[in-house]
């Protein structure tokens, strides 16, 4: 199983990224999605999550400005962050999670939020 995350990178304060992450070796259907991330010397915390039927939950702090999705078309989940700033700085991470409780996750993709 492989989780691929794309999309980050450098942007200014204020601005909108869509980070993507492309599941591949295991059924997408099966996976409940989410974006984590870990900002610098932080630990590593939740930030959406989407379900096989498309539900979703995002965390107060970020839920006013970004978007969790999914294509199940296209084995990918995304992230759609707007009003970005610089405590938005972190690695982006995606994990999928199974009803047998399995849990894959991908390498993380890097957000980097200039003032």
């Known amino acids: 199983v492989q989780l691929q995350a794309s999309g980050g990178g450098l942007v200014q304060a204020g601005g909108s990224l869509r980070v993507s992450c492309v599941v591949s070796g295991i059924s997408f259907n099966v996976c409940v999605m989410g974006w984590h991330r870990q900002a610098p010397g932080k630990q590593r915390d939740l930030v959406a999550r989407?379900?096989?039927?498309?539900?979703?939950y995002s965390v107060d702090s970020t839920k006013d400005r970004f978007t969790i999705s999914r294509d199940n078309a296209k084995n990918t989940v995304y992230l759609q962050m707007n009003s970005l700033n610089p405590e938005d700085t972190a690695v982006y991470y995606c994990?999928?999670?199974?009803?047998?409780?399995?849990?894959?996750w991908g390498k993380g993709t890097l957000v980097t939020v200039s003032s």
């Open positions: 994990n999928c999670k199974t009803m047998w409780g399995m849990d894959y």
């Open positions: 989407i379900g096989r039927d498309g539900s979703t």
